[in-house]
């Protein structure tokens, strides 16, 4: 006899055998997947803060994850642009960037701070033992970026500067150089090669300089180890949006929804390897959509702007 509970059953029968299925179609195509994160300190330090999270999503999927450390935010979006890189771990600028030149690319979650925010700041650091107290100090002086595609530094810091009238960030101060990380840029003012750097910074507990400053990364020129009273913020952005995780826009819709499934697990099935990610300083994933970045593309254009005037 046929009863509702059999045809309910049935039912549940049918669409877990679909949802199986599906899961087989994409797992054929897709038998590895990439991750690529920008390091903010040396790929060591990457590796170690990211490779517990990554073997968690694998075991998540069902397929290996593979990390990629990607010499700047340039290759990250390069390589989802040729379909290389499935999951990407963007700054805001450089997303916006992925999205102004084509990449199909969307947005699923950022971080959220403990405090429940989800942003940071671009901060311009210099040495407490210096005499500079604000960026009006600084004409002529060297200025430490971080990567062309850097969000805090680089984008929203010449978007700071025009914002105090100085438009011409090369010809302001006496040298602007790109450092290549934000480990790099600190340890360029350590060691006296620029004045002033740019860097993130979301809490005095939350930031490069903190991390660095744990290691013991910052020596003083006696080799002993720098404290953050060494260090004095002349000037703090506005908030900037935490940058997105994004994945490929043409993936099935069903690994998508795996992938976005497992960041949101994370904190609470695998914690410890969540919180390894940022030394226990965020609280969770926040779900985001690709639209929530849609005002730094106005923000990246406007900085475009300006190095088109400069060149003319």
């Known amino acids: 006899m046929i009863n509702r509970r059999t045809v309910i059953a049935g039912a549940a029968a049918l669409a877990f055998s679909a949802t199986a299925a599906s899961a087989q179609e994409w797992k054929a195509k897709y038998p590895e997947l990439t991750f690529a994160v920008v390091p903010a300190e040396n790929a060591s330090g990457v590796t170690e803060r990211w490779a517990p999270f990554i073997s968690y999503l694998s075991k998540e999927l069902g397929v290996k994850v593979n990390l990629r450390i990607a010499n700047d935010y340039a290759a990250v979006i390069e390589g989802q642009r040729t ?11 450089s997303f916006a960037r992925a999205r102004m030149t084509g990449v199909k690319t969307e947005a ?22 210096s005499p500079y107290k ?16 850097s969000t805090s530094g680089n984008n929203v810091p010449r978007f700071e500067l025009n914002k105090m009238q100085i438009t011409d960030a090369e010809s302001y101060f006496g040298k602007v150089v790109y450092t290549g990380s934000h480990e790099n840029a600190l340890l360029a003012l350590s060691q006296g090669t620029i004045d002033v750097a740019a860097n993130q910074w ?22 002993s180890a720098m404290k953050k ?15 997105p995780y994004a994945v490929l826009t043409d993936m099935p819709a069903d690994l998508k929804a795996g992938i976005e499934k497992a960041f949101f697990a994370a904190p609470t099935k695998d914690k410890a390897a969540f919180d390894r990610l940022s030394d226990g ?16 593309i106005e923000l990246i254009k406007f900085v475009d702007s300006l190095r088109k005037k400069k060149a003319s």
């Open 83 to 93: 379909g290389a890189i499935h999951i990407a771990s963007y700054g805001s600028a």
């Open 108 to 129: 699923f979650a950022n971080d959220r701070n403990i405090d429940g925010t989800t942003g940071y700041y671009s901060m311009f650091f210099v040495l407490a033992k």
């Open 134 to 149: 604000n960026i009006d100090d600084m004409k002529g002086k060297n200025l430490g970026l971080v990567d062309p595609n």
């Open 202 to 223: 979301t809490a005095d507990n939350d930031s490069t300089l903190a991390q660095m400053l744990t290691k013991g990364m910052l020596k003083n020129a006696d080799g």
């Open 229 to 243: 009273d060494d260090f004095r913020i002349v000037h703090r952005s506005a908030p900037i949006l935490n940058g």
């Open 281 to 296: 300083q965020k609280k969770d994933f926040n779900a985001a959509t690709t639209k929530d970045w849609d005002g730094m």
